[in-house]
């Protein structure tokens, strides 16, 4: 949440503003409640804000264009104290016109800073990122230097924080620090980069440093210094990597929408998530293990922890994971995992579904689990976030990177990589012969084709997207593995179509939902396959006569060839003949393609949705 850049460079023949403006560009799906960037010009500051998408603070430089500067620091902000105002949005400026400071995470002891370091002093809006700013200033003012004044700052600071700061008498230097959210640098030749995340600056240059947990730097032109928590300088030589993907990963391409462009990338999204884990033996690897395997022989119970789409495909895992390990697995949403006192243990593994790595709830609910003795392994799309490092084993899953808000690629890739865990437990534990794994997996190999083939009908779905514009309210139904496709279904249409809808379980509907159908409601149904050893398919198929008979128009998402669908349903997308455990899979397409489409035909930001934001490092 939050996108942060910050530029500086020897010469001002680059408009350093137009860098930041770039990179926050390629941000802005961090947040999109207010925008700004500050610059600083022989001793002053200029600074630009504008409430909501930065197409709003592009309008307000054009009409006072900013002059040539060698540093700039930005900001694109999701709300968490303070509504989106000019006073709120950041960079913030110290009263004293000292310190330019743009900040990511929330300060907890905020208002204990404001009266210990600033006697109470009266304030302009009063949210946190305008206390450390203030405070900043004023031990500034006996520091004299920036990083040493930054130092003392984060030593009494309680929260999560990435700042970039700026002395406004001095613009030879960039200060930054991190704690709890993201902050990496870009190194250039005569240039550097600060930002939240490397696809602000990778169209200038790969070489990137990540800067870890609790570090502070200082960046200039020509050199970039990393300090420890003790403010010791080190050798951060550990901390570089090349970036090894290009900027076309962060264009549309072509598609109208990220999201559009994400979607039809699912089935290179599950392929690459499946390859290049079997070794020349036929065994399943993970991606970083520090324990030994034969841990998981062990453990009694497996705890996945997620939240969002990501808590969904750990609910599809369950039903395989359970069924080929015999194993009982508990889904929980990270956030009321550790309120709950829940019983985990050395012999519990606790799984972390994440695709930024950096979502407060999971990471925090991590941290409870390790304290409680439990191992921890990630299933994460962000290689080297902060999930990949606080986890003790890492099974990555290759969606690439994903921009649109609502998550549709990565999820596609965190089942695939959970049917992949399930196979690799099965086999260590013995559940299941490596014949039956390698059929498993030969089944698993078919999925990307399927998916394509899904896709085939893009048109067609959208088409009937069109005609719904009037919808209120849509329901979504499922049973078994389908269930938490309907959640997931449910959640695409809210998130970005802003159309109420809920997902419930098939069976439960006529415990009481069921009195919210009227003549016309539409209602999605996922049918599972027809032969499903489960026993699932007939009573959905009774689930579809009770609404129908009630007036409500169903549309069926169902397995080539049923001919058991009842007669009057309003629509079908069917779906290539796949097992049962592997549907799941394929269901979530044709509604993620409707969520996109409805809301495209609503003519709302598809890959912007209000009030939300694509990683979610707030508590
Ligand atoms: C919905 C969506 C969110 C995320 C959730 C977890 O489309 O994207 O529900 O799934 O915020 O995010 P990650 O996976 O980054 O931990």
New binding site residues.
């Given amino acids: 949440m939050c996108g942060i850049v910050g530029y500086i460079q020897t010469n001002k023949s680059l408009n350093s503003w137009k860098l930041v403006f770039e990179g926050l560009e390629y941000l802005e799906y961090r947040g999109y409640d207010s925008a700004g960037i500050a610059q600083i010009v022989n001793n002053r500051v200029e600074v630009t804000k504008a409430v909501g998408k930065l197409a709003n603070l592009k309008r307000k430089i054009a009409k006072t264009p900013f002059s040539l500067s060698n540093a700039a620091i930005g900001h694109t902000r999701w709300a968490t104290h303070g509504k989106p105002s000019i006073v709120n949005a950041h960079p913030h400026i110290s009263s004293n016109g000292q310190v330019a400071l743009v900040h990511n995470g929330i300060i907890e002891n905020a208002s204990r800073i404001h009266k210990t370091v600033l006697g109470g002093k009266k304030l302009q809006g009063g949210t946190d990122t305008e206390i450390v700013t203030e405070a900043l200033a004023h031990i500034l003012i006996k520091e004299k230097d920036l990083s040493k004044a930054m130092f003392k700052l984060v030593n009494i600071l309680e929260g999560s924080w990435a700042f970039v700061a700026m002395d406004i008498n001095d613009s030879s230097k960039i200060v930054c620090a991190r704690h709890n959210s993201p902050l990496v640098i870009g190194l250039g030749e005569n240039y550097n980069f600060v930002a939240s995340d490397v696809i602000a600056f990778v169209n200038h240059t790969k070489n990137a440093v990540e800067i870890k947990q609790d570090q502070l730097a200082v960046i200039t032109c020509e050199k970039v210094s990393v300090f420890d928590k003790h403010n010791q300088e080190i050798n951060f030589t550990s901390q570089k990597y090349e970036i090894l993907w290009d900027i076309n990963q962060a264009q549309k391409g072509g598609y109208s929408s990220f999201m559009e462009k994400e979607i039809r990338e699912q089935p290179s999204a599950v392929r690459n998530t499946i390859y290049g884990r079997r070794t020349n033996e036929g065994i399943i690897e993970l991606d970083k293990l520090s324990f030994d395997k034969s841990y998981f022989a062990q453990i009694n119970k497996i705890t996945v922890i997620?939240?969002?789409?990501?808590a969904h495909s750990g609910y599809v895992a369950r039903f395989a994971i359970e069924h080929w390990c015999r194993i009982p697995v508990e889904v929980e949403y990270a956030h009321e995992f550790r309120y709950r006192d829940p019983i985990v243990d050395s012999k519990t593994l606790v799984v972390a579904?994440?695709?930024?790595?950096?979502?407060m709830d999971?990471l925090m609910a991590v941290r409870y689990a390790k304290e409680q003795g439990a191992k921890t392994l990630a299933i994460v799309n962000t290689l080297g976030s902060a999930l990949d490092r606080q986890c003790d084993a890492v099974l990555y899953t290759y969606a690439g990177r994903e921009i649109a808000?609502?998550?549709t690629k990565?999820f596609l890739a965190q089942i695939t990589a959970c049917y992949l865990l399930g196979l690799y437990l099965a086999e260590i534990r013995g559940n299941l012969f490596i014949d039956e794994i390698t059929t498993k997996l030969q089944e698993l190999k078919t999925l990307p084709d399927k998916i394509a083939k899904i896709l085939t009908h893009y048109e067609e779905i959208c088409q009937f997207a069109k005609l719904q514009k009037r919808q209120k309210s849509v329901l979504f139904l499922g049973r078994h593995i389908g269930y938490p496709i309907a959640l997931e279904g449910a959640?695409?249409l809210k998130?970005i179509a802003y159309i109420h809808s809920e997902g419930f379980a098939a069976g439960e509907l006529k415990h009481g939902p069921i009195a919210i159908i009227e003549p016309g409601q539409l209602v999605f149904v996922i049918v599972p396959p027809q032969n499903d050893r489960a026993g699932v398919h007939a009573k959905v198929i009774s689930n579809i006569e009770e609404i129908a008979s009630r007036g409500a128009r169903v549309v069926a998402i169902a397995e080539q060839g049923d001919q058991t669908l009842p007669k009057g349903i309003t629509k079908t997308f069917f779906r290539p003949k796949t097992p049962i455990l592997f549907s799941a899979i394929l269901d979530i397409i044709p509604l993620q393609i409707f969520a996109c489409s409805l809301a495209g035909a609503l003519n709302l930001d598809i890959d912007m949705p209000r009030n939300l934001a694509k990683?979610?490092t707030v508590e």
């Fill in positions: 997620a939240c969002g789409t990501a579904i994440s695709q930024s790595g950096e979502t999971t808000v609502a998550s990565a959640l695409k998130e990683s979610v």
